[in-house]
Nanobody, 127 residues
Framework: QVQLAESGGGSVHAGGSLTLSCEVSGSTDDKLTMGWFRRALGKEREGVATLDSEGGTTYSDSVKGRFTISRDNGKNILRLQMDNLKLEDSAKYYC?????????????????????WGKGILVTVTS
């Protein structure tokens, strides 16, 4: 089993930055494909950024160039650096992990069928 715990959310003005962290614990290994997903109020869950064990990444078009996903394997932490935040980035952000998917599959399937999930953390961008 793998446990995921998000932290770092909060409220920020548009144009500002925020870094989300996801601590990975339990039966971890470096083979996990991980990702950040979000669900805004009244909307479906969408993929934000995914990363596999070899460093391959996929970003949604809406965050490309503004968000950066990274993993600190020594500390078992997945991060999402979010810069130039926009009002439409407001959502609950979830960390997900899977042992079999590629980073492209995880994004394409919008996180469906992923093995493990965190509880999510709220990000609010204000004007």
């Amino acid at each position: 089993q793998v446990q995921l715990a998000e932290s770092g959310g909060g409220s920020v003005h548009a144009g500002g930055s925020l870094t989300l962290s996801c601590e990975v614990s339990g039966s971890t290994d470096d083979k996990l494909t991980m990702g950040w997903f979000r669900r805004a109020l009244g909307k479906e869950r969408e993929g934000v950024a995914t990363l596999d064990s070899e460093g391959g990444t996929t970003y949604s078009d809406s965050v490309k160039g503004r968000f950066t996903i990274s993993r600190d394997n020594g500390k078992n932490i997945l991060r999402l650096q979010m810069d130039n935040l926009k009002l439409e980035d407001s959502a609950k952000y979830y960390c997900g992990a899977d042992r079999k998917m590629t980073h492209r599959q995880a994004m394409l399937w919008q996180g469906r069928h992923m093995d493990y999930w965190g509880k999510g953390i709220l990000v609010t961008v204000t004007s």
